[in-house]
């Protein structure tokens, strides 16, 4: 039985494992090797490795861990669930994994609104985060795809980058007065209509085209996603998914150093802060791990007490 199995090898479960593993923790990583930014360029706002490619980043994390003995598994958990003193985790390829705890690790998934061609160019140049690819589109015309009350503050938070934003309207509410003048204030169009096509000319994304026929020439396309946290496979730990405060889609709850409402479970990373960034899913994995070093201390002096006791 390992101290800790992280499910999930991206820059939090990675951070975590390499914290445990400086810890003298004997730690498995199990991921299938598909970060939510895989389709990014690059990671922006990480200080000293600035660009640097998300699956790059990846690889350099996983030699880390091996570097101080974690052990990394490809692969995907299928079921987890308790087994006498801790947990059992089984895997897509038939095997099983114990351990004390579980540091849950898996991301999340993006709920893009089902508009032909968006997908497609998802981490490209259809964005949600000015502070993660902002500087990237600086200057460009922007459009923001209106798909909740939100819209209105995506199109003020990228009005920051460029002077020529337009909220394309699509499944929003019509904006309030107050919002309506902030937005002319601002010098934000709003185009009216859904939106029914993201156009792409030589491989970059030119304008979007909305009902009626009109064409909006465009560069670049941001979009608020529904955020879900990806626990495939973890029901049987009791986990489970939960409206997130903010209104932004469902994550495992956790209190502030990660810990679950499972005992012997820490969430973090994307799957419990739907909003994280790199840096702040990495400060949240290395931030759990710490304190499940702590535990693991706690009950590791527990049992030495008791074994001095019975030696008399």
Do not use: K
């Not at 490619?53 to 350099?60: D, G, I, N, Y």
């Not at 002319?184 to 304008?207: F, K, P, Q």
């Not at 049992?303 to 008399?312: L, S």
Request: glycine share 14%.
């Amino acid at each position: 039985m390992r101290d800790v199995v992280v499910i999930g090898g991206g820059a939090a479960g990675l951070s975590g494992a390499v914290t445990l593993a400086r810890a003298r923790r004997s730690v498995l990583v199990i991921g299938d090797g598909s970060p939510r930014n895989a389709p990014a360029d690059g990671v922006h706002g990480l200080l000293g490795q600035e660009g640097v490619p998300p699956l790059e980043l990846v690889a350099r994390g996983r030699t880390e861990l091996q570097g101080y003995g974690g052990e990394i598994r490809s692969g995907r958990v299928v079921s987890a669930g308790r087994d006498d003193d801790g947990f059992v985790v089984s895997l897509d390829d038939g095997s099983t994994e114990r351990a004390r705890r579980l540091l849950v690790a898996t991301g999340l998934v993006d709920e893009l609104p089902e508009v032909p061609g968006l997908r497609e160019r998802w981490g490209h140049d259809v964005l949600h985060c000015p502070y993660c690819h902002g500087w990237e589109v600086r200057d460009q015309p922007i459009g923001v795809l209106g798909t909740s009350e939100r819209s209105v503050h995506q199109a003020l938070l990228f009005r920051q980058w460029s002077d020529d934003v337009v909220l394309l309207q699509h499944t929003a509410p019509d904006p309030t007065p107050e919002e309506a003048e902030q937005l002319a204030a601002r010098g934000i169009g709003v185009v009216g209509g859904r939106v029914e096509e993201v156009l792409v000319t030589d491989g970059r994304l030119s304008g979007v085209r909305v009902s009626g026929g009109e064409v909006v020439p465009r560069s670049a396309l941001a979009v608020m996603p529904r955020f879900v946290a990806r626990l495939d496979g973890l029901a049987g730990l009791g986990l489970g998914a939960v409206p997130h405060e903010l209104g932004v889609g469902e994550h495992a709850a956790a209190d502030l150093m990660g810990a679950s409402s499972v005992p012997g479970v820490w969430v973090a990373g994307n799957a419990t802060d739907l909003m994280a960034q790199v840096t702040v899913a990495m400060a949240a994995g290395t931030r759990a791990a710490a304190a499940i070093n702590a535990d693991l201390i706690a009950q590791d002096t527990a049992r030495a007490v008791e074994r001095a006791r019975a030696a008399g």
